[in-house]
């Protein structure tokens, strides 16, 4: 375990809190010497794949799919929101690229009526470390597919949340994480999204005050806690009616 996993266990109770962190910063080379920037595929991603493609077969058209990386699949859906027929596509440690590859089997063939899309921080990590307007141009990517496919389906972009520098940035980890890559990637996502096809939810000033973030709702610099959790579905439950 790293220094800064160290760190952070310190700093976060309960396993469920060492898992997040685990999660986020362990597994993505894993013990790889070399990767020239590869997305690696792992054991944990490819079982969650087939727990969605499993859920699906259960589904219900006409739902709501939340659809991204940990902050969706850590999330409680139950707990925070109040849709009919919610159903969970999150996958923890997702790039966009990974979320590229599964968006036919965890959104367009559960022919839902709307999705609310959160993701684009871990592509700023040790693996990847993309600019924000290549992020922002797979999101744009997962968005035509999604909206070509489905046209009656309501699109919700959520734009990244900031991190803790301190425990997240890239002064503490590896990769280019920082919260000035992190709100270009959605005033890129603006840029390149088609405006009539997608409803955009800026999340990010939630998160800030008076410059910083706020750490009162965070679990270790980058998943969100419960009071996180709390402020971020009354953002989206206030424009997803």
């Not at 980890?173 to 603006?190: A, W």
């Not at 998943?223 to 206030?238: P, R």
């Amino acid at each position: 375990m790293s220094i800064l996993l160290r760190k952070l266990s310190l700093q976060c109770r309960g396993k469920e809190c060492l898992k997040l962190i685990w999660k986020s910063g362990g597994k993505m080379r894993e013990k790889m010497i070399y990767n020239p920037g590869i997305y690696q595929l792992r054991e944990e991603s490819l079982k969650r794949m087939l727990k969605i493609i499993e859920q699906r077969k259960k589904s219900k058209k006409g739902g709501t799919i939340f659809f991204g990386d940990s902050l969706i699949e850590f999330c409680d859906l139950q707990k925070y929101y109040s849709y009919q027929n919610m159903y969970n596509c999150g996958i923890a440690g997702a790039a966009t690229d990974e979320l590229m590859w599964i968006t036919d089997e965890a959104v367009i063939k559960y022919h839902p009526s709307r999705v609310i899309f959160l993701a684009g921080t871990n592509d700023l990590g040790n693996t990847l470390q993309y600019s924000p307007r290549i992020i922002a141009n797979n999101i744009n990517s997962i968005a035509q597919m999604i909206t070509r496919n489905l046209p009656d389906v309501k699109l919700y972009i959520v734009s990244t949340l900031p991190c803790i520098e301190e425990y997240q940035g890239y002064n503490a980890v590896k990769g280019v994480r920082c919260n000035t890559f992190i709100r270009d990637i959605y005033s890129c996502i603006k840029e390149f999204v088609d405006s009539k096809s997608v409803i955009f939810i800026d999340a990010y000033p939630s998160f800030i005050k008076d410059g910083y973030v706020m750490s009162q709702y965070y679990a270790d610099g980058l998943h969100l806690n419960d009071k996180g959790y709390q402020v971020l579905s009354e953002i989206i439950k206030n424009t997803v009616l």
